[in-house]
């Protein structure tokens, strides 16, 4: 990194130059494992052709963070220009998420050859519990109206999983880890992990898991609904 670039970069260019379209693989946390409980923390991150995170930090001070290719390029306090800074943040978090899940449009669409009434009624099944399970979801994140003292931790993935290279969009939000993989043979394998008393990560086997045939968009289109959800309550304000 050229010296003289550190400064010239205002964190206003670096916003407009983020850029999430062609990204392959996107991540937005609100609050992903704190180091500090004081502190309150917003990241997006994009990998591909340009690898590239922004951190929102909020501790004693607020701060954001520019990172290139792991390498922090700029960080600057945002007291000076702070609801610019934020309103750019917000947008930025939501232009991440809706081209992280506009990637599988065009699999939502695709039927699945040879699907049947049997797979049709199970799915619908699956539908009523996947709503019951995420309405719980939506209750508790309701309570942020009114709970200044709640501390929202959640994340979403999505894209081309690095590790494997499979098509996954990946939910975590309280309890519920929530894994979509959308499968070559065009099925979508949904996947829910209940964490609840263990940690991120500590459940070993899943609570729901299911092979999506024929209700692709109705079971994706309520994951959608959980992730905008997430999004506005997790706002910067």
Same mark, same amino acid.
């Not at 800074?85 to 998420?97: E, G, I, K, P």
């Given at each position: 990194?050229?010296?003289?670039?550190?400064?010239?970069?205002?964190?206003?260019?670096?916003?407009?130059?983020?850029?999430?379209?062609?990204?392959?693989?996107?991540?937005?946390?609100?609050?992903?494992?704190?180091?500090?409980?004081q502190e309150r923390l917003?990241?997006?991150?994009?990998?591909?052709?340009?690898?590239?995170?922004?951190?929102?930090?909020?501790?004693?001070?607020?701060?954001?963070?520019?990172?290139?290719?792991?390498?922090?390029?700029?960080?600057?306090?945002?007291?000076?220009s702070r609801n610019e800074?934020?309103?750019?943040?917000?947008?930025?978090?939501?232009?991440?998420?809706k081209h992280g899940l506009?990637?599988?449009?065009?699999?939502?669409?695709?039927?699945?050859? !040879?699907?049947?009434?049997?797979?049709?009624?199970?799915?619908?099944?699956?539908?009523?519990?996947?709503?019951?399970?995420?309405?719980? #979801?939506?209750?508790?994140?309701?309570?942020?109206?009114?709970?200044?003292?709640?501390? #929202?931790?959640?994340?979403?993935?999505?894209? #081309?999983?690095?590790?494997?290279?499979?098509?996954? #969009?990946?939910?975590?939000?309280?309890?519920?880890?929530?894994?979509?993989?959308?499968?070559?043979?065009?099925?979508? +394998?949904?996947?829910?992990?209940?964490?609840?008393?263990?940690?991120?990560?500590?459940?070993?086997?899943?609570?729901?898991?299911?092979?999506?045939?024929?209700?692709?968009? +109705?079971?994706?289109?309520?994951?959608?609904?959980?992730?905008?959800?997430?999004?506005?309550? !997790?706002?910067?304000?």
């Open positions: 990194m050229i010296f003289f670039d550190f400064f010239k970069s205002s964190p206003r260019s670096l916003f407009l130059e983020y850029s999430p379209q062609d990204a392959k693989w996107h991540v937005i946390t609100w609050n992903f494992d704190l180091k500090n409980l917003w990241t997006l991150e994009i990998q591909g052709k340009n690898d590239q995170v922004i951190e929102w930090s909020k501790a004693k001070t607020e701060e954001i963070r520019f990172f290139r290719k792991n390498k922090l390029f700029r960080k600057k306090d945002v007291k000076s800074y934020r309103d750019l943040m917000n947008v930025s978090v939501h232009a991440t998420l506009d990637l599988f449009k065009d699999f939502l669409l695709e039927p699945y050859p !040879g699907a049947t009434t049997t797979d049709y009624q199970n799915e619908m099944k699956a539908l009523q519990w996947i709503q019951a399970s995420f309405g719980t #979801l939506f209750r508790a994140l309701d309570q942020f109206k009114t709970r200044s003292d709640l501390i #929202l931790t959640a994340a979403v993935f999505s894209g #081309l999983e690095p590790q494997t290279g499979r098509k996954v #969009l990946r939910v975590m939000a309280f309890n519920l880890d929530i894994f979509c993989y959308f499968q070559d043979d065009m099925s979508l +394998q949904v996947t829910i992990f209940d964490d609840k008393n263990l940690g991120h990560g500590g459940a070993k086997s899943p609570t729901f898991q299911q092979n999506i045939k024929v209700t692709k968009p +109705q079971i994706y289109d309520e994951i959608i609904k959980l992730v905008h959800k997430i999004a506005t309550v !997790g706002e910067i304000v």
